[in-house]
């Protein structure tokens, strides 16, 4: 089977869309599925990447990271990959891939999916902070509607996020499958290399964010709730790794409550071992975000034994089951904190949150979920060649 990915993202962007892209690609490939992604150029990528066509792009106003592929080279692109035969036309994103892989997919009469990624009621209330969210809501569902229309069935990444699209009204077809992890996740980190590499001493508690760092992943909550940790625990650090739209308010914040010389911004880390050497660091991996369709870092900290206290909103509910050693707090500055300083004080739980979260992790396989997304292949295949095509 041969599938043709279309999205508007893709490393060196990083994001959840780009690792699950990734991630996919290479456990499908040792199902048998061959994939041709086609994605926009950065600086940076790599000028030749194996089955992979970027496409020329400018830039997104008021977005440094993001790149809007062009309308004219996307089509030649995908008119150039189709040139091979190809089964199923698979769109990542919302945006300008979304409709020229729908475009594509009908030109050549091919069953079309698509993966819901991203919240959009959240991004809105974010992005267009003028716009009543009432209204953003209401706009949110008429456009995921008006999409998914024109594709044969919807994959989401979390049963959570299956039910939001239930209520939004959806008709397509909606099936789950999680974005599981690779391998190359659960080599075990080395803490003690991290605090070297940025100054902190072995003794010093620290607490983790990893992801981009934008207003929806309600960073700031976890500020707050850090600056009441260290009322009890003064000698707490905060390492925030990421880069995004929301770095200068959050350092004034941090700035603002006197945190600025325990709090490190570390940026993106390198995947390969920096990353992994990160969460290894890690007493409690903090999270809040309310607009995750999956929550994969989730699953990363917790491959690597960090313990996790987050808030459980979302996608991230599908995560944080009873059996996967997390400690699940509200979203209220006091009870959160106090949930991290209960996890920082006793070695006896990190140690036990550890092992289970390690345990939990391991039942997250990249093969056994691309499997279940080679099932949703065929099916769709089935289903258009019993229509007698898309």
């Not at 990160?278 to 999956?294: D, K, L």
Request: proline share 6%; with cysteine.
């Amino acid at each position: 089977m041969r599938v043709l990915i279309v999205s508007d993202v893709y490393f060196p962007r990083v994001n959840g869309v780009s690792t699950s892209i990734a991630t996919f690609r290479a456990a499908l490939s040792a199902c048998g599925v061959e994939t041709t992604l086609v994605a926009p150029e950065y600086v940076g990528a790599a000028a030749s990447e194996e089955s992979i066509v970027r496409v020329r792009s400018a830039a997104v106003p008021g977005d440094p990271e993001d790149r809007r592929m062009l309308w004219r080279p996307l089509l030649s692109a995908l008119e150039s990959a189709s040139r091979q035969p190809f089964d199923l036309v698979h769109i990542q994103t919302p945006f300008i891939a979304h409709y020229a892989g729908v475009r594509q997919a009908r030109a050549a009469r091919l069953p079309c999916l698509a993966t819901y990624h991203t919240f959009f009621a959240e991004y809105l209330h974010h992005y267009a902070p003028l716009l009543p969210r009432a209204m953003g809501g209401a706009l949110a569902r008429t456009f995921t509607r008006s999409q998914c229309r024109q594709i044969d069935a919807l994959i989401a990444p979390s049963e959570p996020m299956r039910d939001v699209l239930l209520e939004y009204g959806v008709a397509a077809p909606i099936h789950v499958v999680p974005t599981g992890l690779p391998e190359d996740r659960f080599v075990p980190g080395d803490g003690a290399r991290f605090r070297a590499r940025i100054g902190l001493p072995a003794a010093r508690p620290l607490l983790l964010y990893v992801g981009r760092v934008a207003h929806e992943k309600n960073i700031e909550f976890l500020v707050h709730s850090f600056a009441r940790v260290r009322r009890d625990m003064p000698e707490a650090m905060l390492v925030i790794a990421g880069e995004g739209p929301a770095e200068a308010t959050l350092r004034q914040l941090v700035g603002g409550l006197g945190l600025e010389p325990d709090t490190r911004f570390v940026g993106y880390l390198d995947r390969e071992q920096t990353l992994l050497d990160c969460y290894a660091a890690a007493q409690a991996f903090v999270f809040a975000s309310r607009t995750e369709t999956q929550g994969l870092v989730l699953l990363e900290a917790m491959a690597q034994g960090a313990p996790v206290v987050s808030t459980a909103v979302l996608g991230t509910r599908s995560i944080l089951k009873p059996e996967s050693g997390a400690v699940v707090a509200p979203e209220e500055v006091d009870d959160f904190a106090a949930a991290v300083v209960r996890v920082l004080r006793s070695e006896e739980l990190r140690r036990e949150m550890s092992a289970r979260c390690r345990a939990y992790a391991a039942s997250w396989s990249s093969l056994a979920m691309a499997r279940r997304l080679v099932d949703r292949y065929h099916a769709a295949c089935e289903e258009s060649s019993g229509r007698g095509g898309a």
